[in-house]
């Protein structure tokens, strides 16, 4: 299961997810990208997705599935680049991405009866030189009790936010519903984006304390934020919940007419100048507290700092 939460409204959208991966009750892997930046012809998204992730991907693996793997999110990346290339905008682009996933997902090579998937999409269409709020949903849901199974036929629903905008996916309901009121109380406390993703993180994390995750939810997780200005560009952000030598970044898609680009599984490594591996990612702190890089400042003048 993954946790997905998002909000927009007419300054940027922000969208957060946890990075565990689990296979059945296992725990395959707890530094997994889930949030992917879209940019189409007329807008710019976070996507990210709760259900079925990876198919005989190993432990730790970054990059391409290879042979006899599938992986979700690299499946997405590269049929997006395809439908786009006959209509690069938005609306388009993801009624197409609705039909291909209809016409049977995951693929008929993949060796799975899991086929539950739902996507959420999150950020801004720009219309007339206005940037329009949207969030939209794609996913083939069906409830069974308390949980979800997936269903024979993908549904597609877009709206334009109107002042805001909320993204909520994960699983069971108990979780999604309790979860969906608490982030509605931290977009309206006003506050801005960055303060929103680390609230929206923080509030990921005592979810995966709760019993009702059923430790399906993990306390690493990323965020990613999208200003409704289109020139000023996005952050994407590892939240660590320990000193990390790599910080992950969002994957990347260009949707277009004549364009195509997708960037797997980015990151960047902390090198000393020696050639030695250093910690460049850390827990959150309390701002006025020394920043645990050890580097004599506060942590909201390090690496607490907006970027």
Known sequence: MTLVLGSVNSDAAVVMADCLLRSGRTRCD????????VFCEDAR?????TGLANVGVPRGHRGPAGPNAFRTVEWL????????????????????????????????EVRTTDRLLILGFIGYRYEAGRALPVVATLGNALPLGADYVGGPQFELVIEHANPV???????????????RLRLAGLISAGRPPAAIAEKG??????VARTPAARAAVGELCMSLVIPADPAVGLTSKHHADRPSTRSFLAHQVQVGTGVGTFVLDPSIRGRLPGGGARP????????????PCGSGQNYKLCHGRTP
Not at 79 to 93: A, H, N, S
Not at 280 to 289: G, S, Y
């Open 280 to 291: 460049i990612v850390f827990r959150k702190a309390p701002r006025n507290a020394p920043c």
């Open 165 to 179: 905008g909320l993204l909520v996916l994960g699983r069971p309901f108990a979780i999604v519903e309790s979860t």
């Open 77 to 108: 990346g590269a049929t997006l680049i395809d439908l786009g290339k006959t209509d690069g905008r938005m609306i388009p682009t993801l009624v197409a991405l609705r039909d291909r996933l209809n016409l049977g997902f995951p693929p008929p």
């Open 45 to 49: 998204l976070g996507m990210s997705f």
């Open 201 to 206: 993180v923080e509030l990921i994390r005592e």
């Open 30 to 37: 707890n530094e997994v990208t889930k949030i992917t930046a």
